[in-house]
C-alpha cells in the first residue's frame, strides 16, 4: 500500500517537472476554441491585392502589379508568374486555423516567429505583406512547419507534418494553420516566369565547342529518333535510346535567375563560341551561350526539404550561367540578350564530342519511348 502511495506521489511530480520544462521550453498547450478551423483570412479578395512583398534573411521579393500584368521590381520589372502569383493568393483565402494561443514574445523564436529586418539568427520568420488597393496593408510572419515526432505535434494532437506556424504583425497570437505556408521565400525562380525552352519540340540541335560543331541532332517530326552528324555532316545513325532523355535534358530546365542588364556576361565565362542551338519543329531557332557553374545558395538548400505545399522544383546542387538568344522577335521572356542563371540537371552530360555520344547511345538503356520511336 505504502509503495503504490509513494509511486502515485512520484508519478504527480514527474509530470509537474515536466509540465514547468515545457513551459520553460516556450512551446504553447493546445488548447480547444470554439471556432476551430476557420477562416485565417475570411474577407481576403484576391483583385484588391496590388503588391505583394516577401522578407527573409536571405533576400526580398517585390512582385506587383500593372497594367500589363505581374512584374518582379528587385529584377527591373522582369515579368513575373502570374499563374503561381494567383494560385499562392488563392491558397491564402482557403487557409484554416486549426488551433491559436497566445505566446510570450520572448518564446516566439521557438517557433521561427521574429522579424527576420529586427533580428538576426536561425529563429527568424519570413515576412510577408498583402498590399491592398485603398485599404491598410496586411502583414504577417510564417514560421516553422510541425514535425510529426515533435513536442508540438503531440500538444496539438496530431501525428502529421504540412501545417505551419504563423502570426500577424504586432501580435503575439500565434496560428497553427492547416497548410505548409513554405513556398513563401525568396528565390527568385519561384517567382519569375521561368520557362527556358519549348518542351518535346524540337527538329535539330546543334553543340558548339570553341566555335566548332561537335555534333547535331536530328529529325522531321517527334514520333521519330534523332539522327546524328559530324562536324562533317555525315551521318552517325539514328539514336534511338537517347532521343527521349535529349528532349528531358533540354525541357527540363527553368531559370533560376536573371542578372541586371548591365552583367558583364564574361566575368562568368559565358562564351559565344560555346552554345546549344535549338531549332523548335515550328522553326523558331534559340541560342543558349553556356558560362560558369556555381552551386546552390543556403536558402535554396534549406527549402529542399520544408516544402510540403505548393512545390515548384526542388533544387539541385549546380546552377550555370547561360546567355540566352532567339532569331524572331519575342514579346515574351526569357528576353534576348539578358544573362541568366539556369537549372540544367542533364545538360552537362551532352556538352560531349561526336564519338562520345555514340558511346553514350551504345551504353544507354532501352526505354518504353525508345520502342515507341522505332
Same mark, same amino acid.
Not at 553543340?207 to 566548332?212: C, L, M, P
Not at 517530326?221 to 555525315?234: A, L, M, N, V, W
Not at 532569331?327 to 534576348?336: C, G, L, N, Q
Given at each position: 500500500?505504502?509503495?503504490? @502511495?509513494?509511486?502515485?506521489?512520484?508519478?504527480?511530480?514527474? $509530470?509537474?517537472?515536466?509540465?514547468?520544462?515545457?513551459? /520553460?521550453?516556450?512551446?504553447?498547450?493546445?488548447?480547444?476554441?470554439?471556432?476551430?478551423?476557420?477562416?485565417?483570412?475570411?474577407?481576403?479578395?484576391?483583385?484588391?491585392?496590388?503588391?505583394?512583398?516577401?522578407?527573409? /534573411? +536571405? %533576400?526580398?521579393?517585390?512582385?506587383?502589379?500593372?497594367?500589363?500584368?505581374?512584374?518582379?521590381?528587385?529584377?527591373?520589372?522582369?515579368?513575373?508568374?502570374?499563374?503561381?502569383? +494567383?494560385?499562392? !493568393?488563392?491558397?491564402?483565402?482557403?487557409?484554416?486555423?486549426?488551433?491559436?494561443?497566445?505566446?510570450?514574445?520572448?518564446?516566439?523564436?521557438?517557433?521561427?516567429?521574429?522579424?527576420?529586418?529586427?533580428?538576426?539568427?536561425?529563429?527568424?520568420?519570413?515576412?510577408?505583406?498583402? @498590399?491592398?488597393?485603398?485599404?491598410?496593408?496586411?502583414?504577417?510572419?510564417? $514560421?516553422?512547419?510541425?514535425?510529426?515526432?515533435?513536442?508540438?505535434?503531440?500538444?496539438?494532437?496530431?501525428?502529421?507534418?504540412?501545417?505551419?506556424?504563423?502570426?500577424?504583425?504586432?501580435?503575439?497570437?500565434?496560428?497553427?494553420?492547416?497548410?505548409?505556408?513554405? @513556398?513563401? %521565400?525568396?528565390?527568385?525562380?519561384?517567382?519569375?516566369?521561368?520557362?527556358?525552352?519549348?518542351?518535346?519540340?524540337?527538329?535539330?540541335?546543334? +553543340?558548339?565547342?570553341?566555335?566548332?560543331?561537335?555534333?547535331?541532332?536530328?529529325r522531321r517530326d517527334r514520333t521519330e529518333p534523332y539522327q546524328i552528324f559530324d562536324?562533317?555532316?555525315?551521318?552517325?545513325?539514328?539514336?534511338?535510346?537517347?532521343?527521349?532523355?535529349?528532349?528531358?535534358?533540354?525541357?527540363?530546365? #527553368? !531559370?533560376?535567375?536573371?542578372?541586371?542588364?548591365?552583367?558583364?556576361?564574361?566575368?562568368?565565362?559565358?562564351?559565344?563560341?560555346?552554345?546549344?542551338?535549338?531549332?523548335?519543329?515550328?522553326?523558331?531557332?534559340?541560342?543558349?551561350?553556356?558560362?560558369?557553374?556555381?552551386? #546552390?545558395?543556403?536558402?535554396?538548400?534549406? /527549402?529542399?526539404?520544408? /516544402?510540403?505545399?505548393?512545390?515548384?522544383?526542388?533544387?539541385?546542387?549546380?546552377?550555370?550561367?547561360?546567355?540566352?538568344?532567339?532569331?524572331?522577335?519575342?514579346?515574351?521572356?526569357? #528576353?534576348?540578350?539578358?544573362?541568366?542563371?539556369?537549372?540544367?540537371?542533364?545538360?552537362?552530360? +551532352?556538352?560531349?564530342?561526336?564519338?562520345?555520344?555514340?558511346? !553514350?547511345?551504345?551504353?544507354?538503356?532501352?526505354?518504353?519511348?525508345?520502342?515507341?520511336?522505332?
Amino acid at each position: 500500500m505504502k509503495r503504490a @502511495h509513494w509511486l502515485s506521489i512520484g508519478l504527480i511530480c514527474l $509530470g509537474g517537472i515536466a509540465v514547468y520544462f515545457i513551459r /520553460q521550453d516556450g512551446a504553447f498547450i493546445s488548447q480547444e476554441i470554439a471556432s476551430a478551423d476557420r477562416l485565417l483570412f475570411p474577407d481576403l479578395r484576391i483583385e484588391t491585392i496590388d503588391q505583394l512583398s516577401i522578407h527573409t /534573411q +536571405y %533576400n526580398s521579393v517585390t512582385l506587383a502589379r500593372n497594367p500589363s500584368g505581374w512584374v518582379y521590381l528587385e529584377k527591373e520589372n522582369y515579368p513575373a508568374d502570374e499563374t503561381y502569383i +494567383y494560385e499562392v !493568393l488563392y491558397g491564402l483565402t482557403e487557409l484554416l486555423i486549426t488551433q491559436s494561443e497566445s505566446v510570450d514574445i520572448q518564446n516566439l523564436h521557438h517557433f521561427d516567429l521574429l522579424d527576420p529586418a529586427d533580428e538576426r539568427g536561425d529563429d527568424l520568420g519570413v515576412r510577408v505583406d498583402l @498590399h491592398r488597393s485603398g485599404m491598410e496593408p496586411i502583414s504577417f510572419y510564417v $514560421g516553422n512547419l510541425q514535425a510529426s515526432d515533435s513536442e508540438r505535434s503531440i500538444m496539438f494532437g496530431s501525428d502529421s507534418d504540412g501545417r505551419q506556424y504563423l502570426r500577424f504583425a504586432d501580435s503575439n497570437q500565434v496560428h497553427l494553420v492547416n497548410e505548409s505556408l513554405s @513556398h513563401f %521565400n525568396t528565390l527568385p525562380a519561384n517567382w519569375m516566369d521561368n520557362i527556358v525552352c519549348n518542351p518535346y519540340a524540337y527538329q535539330r540541335i546543334q +553543340y558548339v565547342n570553341r566555335g566548332i560543331t561537335e555534333w547535331q541532332l536530328k529529325r522531321r517530326d517527334r514520333t521519330e529518333p534523332y539522327q546524328i552528324f559530324d562536324q562533317d555532316g555525315d551521318s552517325g545513325g539514328p539514336l534511338p535510346k537517347l532521343t527521349a532523355t535529349t528532349d528531358y535534358a533540354f525541357a527540363s530546365m #527553368i !531559370l533560376k535567375d536573371v542578372m541586371p542588364t548591365e552583367f558583364d556576361a564574361t566575368s562568368v565565362r559565358v562564351n559565344a563560341q560555346r552554345y546549344f542551338e535549338l531549332e523548335a519543329l515550328d522553326g523558331t531557332v534559340q541560342r543558349i551561350y553556356l558560362g560558369n557553374k556555381t552551386r #546552390i545558395t543556403t536558402e535554396e538548400r534549406e /527549402q529542399i526539404g520544408a /516544402q510540403t505545399g505548393i512545390i515548384r522544383s526542388a533544387p539541385i546542387e549546380m546552377s550555370r550561367y547561360a546567355g540566352l538568344e532567339w532569331f524572331e522577335e519575342r514579346s515574351s521572356p526569357p #528576353i534576348s540578350g539578358r544573362t541568366y542563371l539556369i537549372c540544367c540537371p542533364k545538360m552537362d552530360e +551532352y556538352m560531349i564530342n561526336f564519338k562520345e555520344m555514340l558511346t !553514350l547511345e551504345r551504353l544507354s538503356p532501352e526505354s518504353d519511348e525508345t520502342h515507341a520511336s522505332l
